[in-house]
């Protein structure tokens, strides 16, 4: 099965999902996501994501255990599938739009989440991929029509405004996304950072009231060092 990278037309409810826990009882899935990269030979195993992940970024604090193991078996992955599925969209298009191809469902992965202070919440998430996939996934762009579009869950309408940067320079090239949101009598922002590295592909999403592009980028700065003194 294979997972849309956290497309633009539900980043908002991805970031409210986001919230990463382990167990025992989840090892065995989380082995099958390590043991893809071993057999493969290439890449990166989900325990090596795992440990590659932000540890204590600047004005946040984690929130819960890394999640690690199958991309699709995430648990802030599946709470952000489902949401997609209950999701209606005023531009039904936009929201079939694959951006840069698909993530498999079975690639080794790794997720964290944190909170900071005034309601942001940012999560990291990891993925193996090769440079090809990864450079896809840097590459897309939002859809002209779909730069404003409106969502909703149940009887609640939300209206979405995207703004999207020129492609960026983090690590091996990166992509930066804006989602301005009004809805429920709230207004929030979240904003989506994908840059990739050596044999891996990085998320960045921040969340909240106050969220800005800056804390966003400065957050993927951090989690590229911290990948880089590890997936070296």
Not at 145 to 167: D, I, M, Q, Y
Request: with cysteine.
């Amino acid at each position: 099965m294979a997972h849309r990278l956290l497309p633009v037309t539900l980043l908002l409810s991805t970031a409210v999902a986001a919230t990463a826990c382990g167990g025992d009882a989840e090892r065995a899935r989380q082995v099958r996501g390590t043991a893809r990269a071993e057999v493969a030979g290439i890449g990166h195993t989900s325990a090596q994501l795992a440990q590659a992940l932000l540890q204590q970024p600047s004005g946040y604090r984690r929130a819960g255990e890394p999640d690690w193991g199958e991309y699709g078996s995430l648990k802030a992955i599946q709470n952000a599938s489902r949401l997609q599925r209950e999701a209606v969209l005023d531009k039904p298009s936009c929201g079939k739009a694959r951006p840069g191809g698909d993530v498999a469902g079975d690639v080794p992965a790794a997720l964290v989440s944190f909170t900071g202070g005034r309601g942001l919440t940012a999560t990291e998430t990891l993925m193996s991929l090769s440079a090809a996939d990864a450079e896809k996934q840097v590459n897309a762009r939002v859809p002209p029509g779909c730069l404003k579009f409106r969502t909703r869950v149940g009887s609640t309408w939300a209206a979405h405004k995207v703004a999207e940067a020129p492609k960026g320079e983090i690590g091996e090239g990166s992509r930066t996304i804006g989602v301005a949101t009004v809805g429920g009598g709230t207004r929030t922002r979240t904003w989506y950072v994908v840059f990739r590295g050596p044999r891996y592909l990085a998320t960045i999403t921040v969340f909240g009231p106050g969220a800005t592009r800056a804390d966003a980028e400065r957050l993927a700065g951090e989690a590229l060092a911290q990948a880089g003194r590890v997936l070296s």
